[in-house]
């Protein structure tokens, strides 16, 4: 399956459930409270060494990713395309001057 056709069921799942489908329809704030509390439900299956299952690792990412969809969709965000374009960002960048990675490697000297 195609990330648009994902897109679209989501979207449809949505209009079903009544979740909004059009900006007029949701709270932007919400849906981000959202998507992050997908990410710290993530973060607690990890913790409890739950990675695959209900409520698992792999089902929170799953989350995260399809909300994140549903919001998207709701702006008409072409999904692959500006994912494509951060990963051709990404690719050309120059990480050795970001602050997670100077860290890292100061933490791995002592």
Same mark, same amino acid.
């Not at 932007?28 to 997908?38: D, G, P, Q």
């Not at 994912?83 to 990404?90: A, Y």
């Given at each position: 399956m195609e990330l648009k056709d994902l897109q679209q069921r989501v979207l449809d799942l949505a209009k079903e459930k009544g979740w909004g489908t059009e900006a007029k329809d949701i709270i932007? =704030? %919400? !849906?981000? =409270? &959202?998507?992050? @509390? %997908?990410v710290s439900e993530t973060l607690e299956a990890y913790r409890q060494n739950k990675i695959d299952g209900d409520h698992g690792v792999g089902e929170e990412l799953a989350d995260v990713i399809l909300r994140t969809m549903h919001l998207a969709g709701i702006y008409n965000v072409d999904l692959e395309k500006e +994912? @494509?374009? !951060? +990963?051709? &960002?990404?690719e050309g960048r120059d990480w050795s001057k970001d602050q997670l990675y100077i860290d890292r490697d100061n933490r791995a000297k002592n």
């Open positions: 932007f =704030a %919400e !849906k981000i =409270a &959202l998507i992050h @509390s %997908e +994912m @494509s374009k !951060k +990963m051709d &960002l990404n």
